[in-house]
């Protein structure tokens, strides 16, 4: 059983700040029990009791893959858990020096994902995701669909919901600034409160844009 969350100490954006003027193996090896203390386990603990409304959530590594870039050093400079309910498709919460994130929706598109999600609007969802853009920016958050800046092969230049066809995401983010609340219980109340706002919007996307691949692909 995950301990009681009693909120995100200071020390844990503090920790994000030193990082980032100490971004090296011998830095981290001398303060991971510090990291694991005030950055993974209240981290654990607060998706621990979101658990059963939510799912499990997944905490990611906090080291970069660094094989493919120029930038080595080897620390993420945030600390993030996500709960997907489908590939790309989920809820997710972010501690950094810059404070608390947090996000839901379909972050990134997969597989057969865009055309699951044009197929949707041509069929009459538009007005409905409409809706629930309007929904969550009614609620404070910030919208990014990673949209096409050219027009998707095949539909027309006139079409009435050609905005929505460019969409290749739709992903929507509230950030918090650092602030003593975030060492309380309200930080959870908090999240609780942003990933309910998500929900209808993030359980739609799951159920109509869906996973990466199509389940039958491979059987027989």
């Known amino acids: ?48 009791e979101l658990a059963d409304e939510f799912g499990q959530a997944h905490l990611f590594r906090p080291y970069r893959d660094t094989r493919f870039s120029k930038d080595k050093t080897p620390l993420k ?71 096409l800046k050219t027009r998707p092969r095949g539909v027309a230049a006139d079409h009435p919901d050609l905005d929505l066809l460019r969409f290749r995401a739709l992903v929507a983010t509230r950030s918090y600034d650092v602030a003593p609340w975030l060492a309380t219980r309200k930080a959870l109340t908090t999240v609780r409160s942003g990933w309910r706002a998500l929900a209808e919007m993030t359980e739609w996307l799951g159920d109509h844009v869906g996973p990466g691949r199509d389940p039958a692909d491979g059987l027989g």
């Not at 995100?8 to 991971?32: D, G, M, T």
């Not at 309910?85 to 598109?109: C, F, H, K, N, R």
Request: aromatic content about 12%.
């Open 77 to 147: 400079d945030h600390q993030g858990a996500f709960v997907g309910i489908e590939d790309a498709v989920g809820y997710y919460v972010q501690i950094s020096a810059s404070g608390l994130m947090v996000t839901g929706g379909w972050y990134a598109p997969e597989g057969q994902q865009v055309s699951r999600f044009r197929a949707a609007v041509e069929e009459g969802a538009a007005a409905h995701v409409r809706g629930l853009v309007a929904g969550v920016e009614k609620a404070g958050f910030e919208v990014d669909t990673k949209a």
């Open 1 to 48: 059983m995950s301990a009681r969350f009693t909120g995100i100490p200071v020390e844990a954006f503090e920790f994000y700040e030193r990082l980032a003027a100490n971004n090296s193996r011998a830095w981290w090896q001398e303060h991971k029990g510090e990291y694991e203390r005030v950055v993974r386990d209240p981290l654990l603990a607060l998706v621990g």
